[in-house]
Every structure is written in C-alpha cells, then in structure tokens.
Nanobody, 120 residues
Framework: QTQLVESGGGLVQAGGSLRLSCVASERILRSDAMGWFRQAPGKDREFVGA??????VYGDSVKGRFTISRDKSKNTVYLQMNNLKPGDTAVYYCAAGPVRSRSDREYYHWGQGTQVTVSS
C-alpha cells in the first residue's frame, strides 16, 4: 500500500546540502499533512518536520537548517537540507496523516525511505 515515494538521498560531505523529494498522490497532498521522519541504526525514529496548509513545524535538531515545501502541481513535497552534519545520517521517510503532528503514530501512509549519509 505504498503511495509515497522518496528520492534524493545519497552521500554528502559535512556542510553540504541535499534535497529530498516525496511524490504522493493528488488525493493525499490535497487532504493530508505531510511529515518527514528519520531513523538511524539503533535509534528511535525522529521527527524532522511537517507541513499542512502552508504551516510548517520542525524538530529542534534541524530547525534553521532544513526547509519543507510543497509543489502540488508535481504532487511532491520537498525536504531541503542545508549545512548537513554527520548526526543527520539516517534513513529519511516521508509520511502522510490527518493532522500535522510530531508523533509518527499519527501518520498512516509511509514511503520506503531514502538513505542520507553525511561524512565527517
């Protein structure tokens, strides 16, 4: 039941930038909030940010460095990551849910994830 597809992950040097994309169905983008989460090996899934109706919230660890945006014409949500740090290394997931939330339990559609690795 995968309706979200992430892309754009890869290997980048610390201080660099990367933009992730999440392609969703028109229905999902129209009706649901879109969230970004990440998970590193041995760690809990961490809230990155979420957008709904143009309102955006970010996790404390990425605030000021990451930006979420939406292009409805392309059915795509973006996560622009600047000034990347080794601690940002994780699998990044986009998700859709009925409300903008910091909790992954509020989201019912998930992508497969895309790996982001930041070298020190």
């Amino acid at each position: 039941q995968t309706q979200l597809v992430e892309s754009g992950g890869g290997l980048v040097q610390a201080g660099g930038s990367l933009r992730l994309s999440c392609v969703a169905s028109e229905r999902i983008l129209r009706s649901d909030a879109m969230g970004w989460f990440r998970q590193a090996p041995g760690k809990d899934r961490e809230f990155v940010g979420a957008i709904n109706w143009g309102q955006v919230v970010y996790g404390d660890s990425v605030k000021g460095r990451f930006t979420i945006s939406r292009d409805k014409s392309k059915n795509t949500v973006y996560l622009q990551m600047n000034n990347l740090k080794p601690g940002d290394t994780a699998v990044y997931y986009c998700a859709a849910g009925p409300v903008r939330s910091r909790s992954d339990r509020e989201y019912y559609h998930w992508g497969q994830g895309t790996q982001v690795t930041v070298s020190s």
